[in-house]
């Protein structure tokens, strides 16, 4: 297969990423068919339409209209926003609201349905609508992605959006079949996640919805279906500028599935395995299970649940056990809980690699009645034991783990954040080279299929659901419905997600506005943190602190102390004295004085800034700094140093973090920002796209801070990595500074033959730096050394001209299902085969064959190229 598309190579040689998969080839089968359930993919064949203006009268609610549309703001800044304007007439919010009542334990606050079926005569969700010429989309879709890119100074979404067109109304419709045999059944649509305000129309009739775009929901289409014909669905999605901090997608841009059951039927998420006295020798495996009797009459019901050992490829192994026979007596229209107890023998444990393995178990139930099978219901889960040790850390299955996490937003770069299993898989293995063990879901819920990853693959989670309550951060962001939502989304939250044993803890906000307001917040997070315990008894709950201090009321209602960017300082150290914001020293010894009994994490670090292959100069002495013009930044260019020492205004290199961190050993690790770039948030440069904290660039090329955190957090892996390249022709005789990182404990510079000397590294030193280094062209080498032995070397060599161009591939084969991706990197090399770090190029590329290019990236921040030809062949109206 050949392959093309348009691209620039950015600076580094390795410039450019081809996202590929093959068009299915084959009939695959579309759903799981279990007998007496069926969840169907309904994926493909969607008509889409958006607004090019307003849009139209079927709002949700009423919002704010007058507001500072600025959204170039430290991203510390306090949260303030409270806008929320009385609802109307007009607003359907009424009709939507019944649907979060299976997440209101209070039935006396269950909302009741309205009279009435509004929208009805509206032509988008009459079946006989003509959307022949609306485009024809399969999902997950994210409509936004495309772009083009708004480059202007005052766009309508600027850079912390990620300036693409996620703003405005959308509609999707489609066409189910619900064949007549179907008729008694009950017929459900699970939405993974629709960006947002999303509301459902079914053959004209309002079924309902669910505003907050991140969270997964169910609907009742049975009282609305027409058997033995076509059913149209529509669904409306309203998306707000001014809405998020980050690039949050647009569409619906995660799976549906159409559920098909049996009146009497396990409940969505109706299933709770919980492990506990886990040891080699055995464990008990606690089961829960909710079913539904959505029928008029008494249902006498059995109930029987098998235990199998899942293998690598999670196909279904050994038989390990059945648990007893339960025998239920339903009354009509009610849910009823039962529960059952095993012991495992010699279970085969659930934990993180290297050391452990993420073994994974399936436990199968069946619901029968009069000896007929009525439901078949799956469940994974692990067996694990984790402990929480204020002085000594984290304990998994024994063993003590130090968190070595990153923070992770929700989208895939040029895909988007349509959301796809093989392209999060990919984030998920340079991660764990890296050395990374956990992941922080920031700030929202993630698709299921990721943690499905995170199971399989050992990592530990921190599951985060809310990045503000009631005090919103922008304007128009999911504070406007928090009031009305919150312990819906807390609960559907925990529900859907509490089987995972990657998951070892919840986290009910990141950053709120409440920190600041005393007791009234902390009462707030008492009432989060009761509706997550409520939910799951067995994981502790969190909120993560960028201002609440040890003396304040907020941190009293964690189980974990959680901090972002306090625990090593924040605005502390003499390069960031002159700016404005939270200044607060370390705060470890104060919070755990304070806290004795829980264990302090700090869920945000860093926030440590660079361009990957961009080196600015001079280079500071210290150890830290905030980026400015001149102080490893340029405005003009949008770059920021890769020397890996600047960073935001609130952050801190990785350096003053690892010292901090190590002064202070019963900190149980770090999550750092961010493991990924991401799409929006592009401190310190807004008229950018995209961010600039990452270890590892939007297209999934290694900074040179990848090889920092590898040689701390794989202290056992022989490497060692040399910084900058060594083509710097407008630098003969100028000091170019040389940085090593090593996981060995010195190191000797070798420039063209000649030694620089051996450098040892210091207590609390994690590079090795010759600063004094003046530039000629030739050879750069470095060995380095560990307990007196060689250990690891690296050499780097000026190169000549661009030449030639080499194609490798992620993967030799990949799966011909239209949904697998192959990511083929380019690579700018000289005559003699070496990579060029400095080219800048224009490559055009196509594919041949039953392929297709689904985008292309380099990684580079810019919106524009004023490098290249305004109207050439090789600048499309955006590209990545």
Known sequence: MNVVAWHRTSRSGIGLLLFIFLLQQTNAQTGTVLKNRERIDINEGWAFMRYEGEGDSLIYDERPKEFDRNDNKVADTRATESGIVASSARALKKWILPAANNFISDPSRHHQRPAGDPGKDFPFVQSGFDDRNWEKVNLPHDWAIKGPFYTEANAIVGGGMGRLPVQGVAWYRKKIQIPASDKGRKIFLDIDGAMSYAMVWLNGHLVGGWPYGYNSFRLDLTPYLQYGAANQLAIRLDNPANSSRWYPGA??????????????????????VKTRHVTRAAATVDLSILIENETNATKETELTTEVF???SLLRKGKKMTTLEKLLVSMDANRKSTVSSTITIDAPRLWGPPPSQRPNLYLAITTLREKGKIIDRYETTFGIRDVIFDAEKGLFVNGEPIRIQGVNQHHDLGALGAAFNTRAAERQLQLLQELGCNAIRLAHNPPAPELLDLTDRMGFLVIDEVHDCWEKGKTPLDFHLIFPDWYEADTRSFVRRDKNHPSIIAWSFGNEVGEQYTDQAGAEWAARLHAIVIDEDPTRPTTASMNFAKPDMPFPVNMDIISLNYQ????????????????????????????FPGKLILSSETASALSSRGSYLFPVIDGNSAPVSEGIGGNGMLQQVSAYELYTAAFGASPDKVFSSQDKHPYVAGEFVWSGWDYLGEPTPYYSARSSYSGIID?????????????SRWKPDRPMVHILPHWNWPDRKGQITPVHVFTSGDEAELFLNGRSFGKKRKQEYEYRLRWDDIVYEPGELKVIAYKNGKKWAEETIRTTGAPA???????????????????????TVKDARGLAVPDAINNISCTVEGPGDIIATDNGDRQTWYPLLPKNGGYMPDHYW
């Open 309 to 311: 050992l899942l293998d």
């Open 804 to 826: 030639t161009l080499a194609l490798g591939a992620d993967r030799n084969k990949i799966l011909a299902n239209k949904d697998d991706l192959a990511f083929i990197t380019v």
């Open 698 to 710: 939007l297209a999934g090329f290694k900074k040179d801070r990848f090889y920092l955190y590898q």
């Open 251 to 272: 569409g619906l841009y995660r799976n549906i599935w159409l559920v098909k059951t049996n009146p009497v039927h396990v409940a969505q998420w109706g299933t709770f």
């Open 567 to 594: 625990g090593e300082g924040i605005r502390d150290a003499p390069a960031y004295a002159h700016l404005k914001g939270i200044k607060t020293p370390p705060l470890y010894p104060a919070f755990h004085q304070k």
